[in-house]
């Protein structure tokens, strides 16, 4: 009976149509009865969660993986071979990868209940005609609800009365400054940030009082519709990890397969079929790189600790590899890129043009005159900053940390701020000049006054500030060297559209001197004196303009995404060198409504040469994000509000504000900034690229091993050989170098260059070829130098126990001495700085340790069937090994020839 009443457009309608659609009443409100069965219909003022897979469903889903496959096959090839301890260890690094992939996915569904939080407040409400006090989960449709200033608003409402009504709705729209609420029809075709007749649930008033009639409530509200868009919105997989799923699942096929071939073919040869399993089992064990989950983890890890010194804390862990390979980032505009804090840039008066500087709301800064900087603010000036410091209803306060915020509205904060920054003294200014009247600010009149007498003179001046048309049409003189004089307006607007045109937001000040003691409405038919402009904008932060720059160095495309004015963003856009000094505002700037318009295949296309979006809602953010990447895009969205939370989660990687930022935006993000400063992404971005380029080393120093050992025993069953090396034997070396020599290529520093390339292509194979020519050369001269020094040592009289052991060694130096080669992947070893990472000595002196300990003690011989060397086969080793640096620095050179 009630679904009439639902997705309506209410601020198309007329007040008394939706009074009479709900059944309400503007003096009496609701009855107890009808609330009940609107209650029962519409249920409880809050957001329902999606149903959720269960946790034990969770947890068994990281296992399906197919590098925990391969993880998992090998735990149960080595527990059949009765090698309890490194089965055991295999099966812990697949635990341990479990584990995190499950407390990560968890974590990423706290958002909706965020959300639900944001929602819980108290509302009061008019029901069987008295006002009270409730809960805002009993609240239901058509109910009349009573806001005034510091209210939270409980549901979304359409307002019925309003007196001045100002509203912060910065988590929606991403508009920083506050919106003045009126209770006229608007069309239907209205972004939501253009809807003034209508208060939306979760926003805040900042000013003035108003009632409304409740139209909706929970998930129907625009705050419910952000949750269910969180609810669709899927979890990316990371670059890398797409690629290494990709290639774990090809290496799980070709083990199997060449398992079964070596078996097949030992058969056929009617070798024992104990002895050509145990080839095959030996062949499945060398290829499969035991280290490489338990390395991408601590890389990850190292990778978030790195991140956390630098105020990016991590709350996923693959957003650390993915942050190296970014090629765009939607940047929200309000707080992220600027600082959240309006600001008087600019000052007219007296036909002079000032510069003010300064940062935030700190009344600390200078007003320049043609680039030079005014030791003392003369009357002109002052006149204008004293006029909007008493023409205010806000104040500055300072909390204990020594931090300046204001208390009531952001454009008359930002009035006070410049006043203070003169060297104006608030008690000073508020003895001298006492407030006798207020006419507050409304949307018709479009500007507010105020009266005060001078107690020195004991005169009556009356102070506006307004729009500029308004003022301008009450003014017949101006401000001009301390004197009066007839107004010029013609030159007043043209430094307004001067002004305006660099998205600042222009401000009328006058003064009046009066005789009455009350503010009456015929004072503003004319006679007022022109004073002067300040203009303002919610400034940009230093400190992110000089991360973008560094960022578009690194080839990273930056996108301004926001809910604010398209020629305001369009400025600040410009300011941050986001948009070229040379671009024109229709090439660069789309709008919302704009964007409505284009189908996806044609965003698509925009989303290429687009800087700026703006007057964007929530849904539309979304539609951006799946542009890019459907473009092939890794995109990384940063943002602060709850309108920021869907795209966030959708994007590769959502990066929220931990300052500013709201509980929703941070909890479907996947790093938070805890200085909320955009620099710190530069950073973050740095320390991926050099956890993805340490990843990649690791992988082209181990697969090599993992291949050499692969054509070692692929040939004992191709050529009838003795198998040169035992199962247990490679796992010992796969797990002790992968642990005492790879790893310690994860604490590489990032390399001189790192933030001057391009951003990877994602669209590319994770090793080039010169990475894939290296991996074989290496795979194939670990397998010449095996056979032969493996035959050269039986054709001298040693046992085969003795031979295998020299061959374990030789694959172990081979590694330790490859480690080198790998620090740096495309420069030659003698350029680059083999000292900047200490760790790797570290890691070479317990290896050699270990290798001298599992040649020479009775315990190793009993375990591993090794036996003692002599000198001159350790010599032979050690030389032998030490080639396989001349096999890549030669690979290296002729690589670096041919690219000439």
Request: with cysteine.
């Amino acid at each position: 009976m009630m679904h009439h009443l639902i997705d309506k457009t209410w601020h198309s309608l007329e007040c008394d149509e939706i009074i009479e659609l709900f059944e309400s009443d503007t003096v009496d409100g609701l009855s107890s009865i009808s609330i009940q069965e609107r209650e029962a219909f519409f249920g409880k003022n809050i957001l329902k969660e999606a149903k959720q897979e269960s946790k034990l469903k969770k947890f068994f889903m990281q296992f399906h993986n197919p590098l925990i496959y391969i993880l998992l096959g090998a735990s149960i090839i080595t527990a059949w071979l009765g090698e309890w301890v490194d089965s055991g260890v295999i099966f812990a690094v697949v635990i341990i990868n479990v584990i995190v992939g499950y407390i990560q996915e968890v974590k990423a569904q706290e958002a909706i209940a965020s959300l639900k939080q944001m929602m819980i407040t108290e509302a009061v409400v008019i029901r069987d005609g008295k006002k009270t006090r409730i809960s805002s989960l009993d609240l239901v449709p058509g109910e009349m609800v009573l806001l005034e200033s510091g209210s939270k608003v409980p549901a979304d409402l359409r307002l019925i009365e309003s007196q001045n009504l100002q509203v912060d709705e910065s988590i929606l729209t991403g508009e920083s400054l506050s919106v003045l609420k009126d209770t006229a029809t608007y069309e239907k075709a209205l972004i939501l940030g253009d809807r003034k007749n209508m208060v939306y649930s979760g926003t805040f008033v900042n000013y003035g009082r108003a009632k409304g009639i409740v139209v909706a409530t929970g998930r129907q509200t625009e705050l419910g519709k952000i949750s269910h868009l969180l609810d669709e919105t899927m979890d990316m997989q990371t670059p890398l990890s797409k690629k290494i799923a990709s290639f774990s699942q090809i290496l799980l096929y070709l083990i199997l397969g060449l398992s079964a071939f070596t078996f097949f073919v030992g058969v056929l040869r009617e070798n024992s079929v104990v002895d050509t399993f145990m080839v095959s089992v030996a062949l499945a064990v060398g290829a499969i790189p035991e280290g490489l989950p338990a390395a991408i983890t601590i890389t990850l890890a190292i990778g978030v600790s790195r991140m956390a010194s630098q105020n990016a804390l991590i709350r996923k862990l693959p957003a650390v590899e993915t942050l190296g390979s970014v090629t765009t980032i939607c940047s929200d505009k309000t707080g992220t890129l600027t600082q959240n804090k309006m600001s008087v840039t600019n000052i007219f008066c007296s036909n002079r043009s000032y510069v003010v500087t300064g940062n935030g709301y700190e009344p600390k800064g200078n007003f320049l005159l043609n680039e030079k900087v005014i030791e003392n603010v003369d009357d002109n000036l002052l006149e204008v900053l004293k006029a909007g410091y008493l023409c205010n209803e806000s104040h500055l306060v300072q909390n204990n940390n020594k931090e300046y915020s204001i208390n009531g509205d952001p454009t008359e904060g930002a009035l006070i701020v410049c006043a203070l920054k003169s060297g104006c003294d608030e008690e000073e200014l508020n003895r001298t000049y006492p407030r006798i009247d207020i006419l507050p600010f409304e949307s018709d009149r479009q500007y507010m006054a105020t009266l005060h007498r001078e107690i020195k003179t004991d005169k009556k001046i009356l102070y506006i500030k307004g729009s500029i048309e308004k003022t301008l049409a009450i003014c017949n003189f101006e401000w001009i060297e301390s004197e009066i004089k007839p107004i010029d307006k013609a030159t007043i607007l043209q430094q307004v559209e001067a002004y305006a045109s660099n998205g600042l937001r222009v401000l009328g000040i006058a003064k009046k001197i009066v005789t009455q003691d009350k503010i009456e409405e015929g004072l503003f038919k004319d006679g007022f004196i022109f004073l002067g402009i300040q203009a303002m904008m919610d400034p940009p932060r230093p400190e992110a303009i000089e991360a973008v720059n560094e960022s578009m160095g690194a080839g990273i495309n930056i996108i301004m995404i926001t809910g604010d004015h398209a020629l305001t963003a369009f400025s600040i856009a410009k300011m941050m060198n986001i948009v070229g000094s040379d671009a024109s505002f229709e090439a660069s700037v789309l709008t919302g409504k704009e964007l409505s318009e284009l189908s996806e295949h044609e965003l698509k296309d925009k989303v290429s040469t687009v800087k700026v979006f703006a007057r964007v809602e929530p849904e539309q953010k979304l539609r951006i994000v799946n542009a890019l990447q459907a473009r092939g895009e890794i995109v990384a969205m940063t943002g602060d509000g709850v309108n920021d939370a869907p795209a966030l989660k959708q994007a590769d990687i959502g990066i929220a504000m931990g300052r500013g930022g709201t509980e929703v935006a941070k909890e479907a993000s996947d790093i938070i900034l805890s200085d909320d400063n955009f620099k710190t992404i530069t950073d973050a971005v740095r320390e991926g690229r050099t956890v993805f380029d340490n990843l990649i080393k690791y992988m082209v120093w181990e697969l090599p091993t993992s291949l050499g050992e692969g054509f070692v025993v692929l040939a004992v069953i191709v050529l009838g050989l003795t198998l040169p090396i035992l199962p247990i034997q490679i796992l010992w070396i796969n797990m002790s170098t992968a642990v005492f020599l790879g790893l310690m290529l994860v604490f590489e520093t990032g390399e001189a260059n790192i933030m001057k390339r391009k951003p990877r292509d994602p669209k590319k194979s994770i090793f080039s070829t010169p990475m894939l020519v290296q991996m074989m050369l290496v795979g194939f001269y670990m397998l010449i130098v095996t056979y032969f020094l493996f035959n050269y040592l039986l054709s001298h009289g040693h046992s085969v126990e003795y031979a295998r052991t020299a061959i374990v060694n030789i694959f172990v130096f081979i590694e330790l001495f490859y480690l080198f080669s790998c620090k740096e992947l495309e420069r030659s070893i003698f350029k680059i700085n083999l000292m900047n990472n200490k760790l790797i000595f570290l890691g070479v002196f317990l290896t050699v340790l270990l290798q001298i300990l599992f040649t020479h003690t009775a315990f190793m011989h009993h375990l591993f069937k090794s036996e003692g060397l002599d000198m001159l086969t350790w010599v032979q080793v050690i030389v032998v090994s030490a080639g396989v640096m001349v096999v890549v620095e030669v690979q290296r050179y002729f690589i670096k020839e041919k690219s000439r």
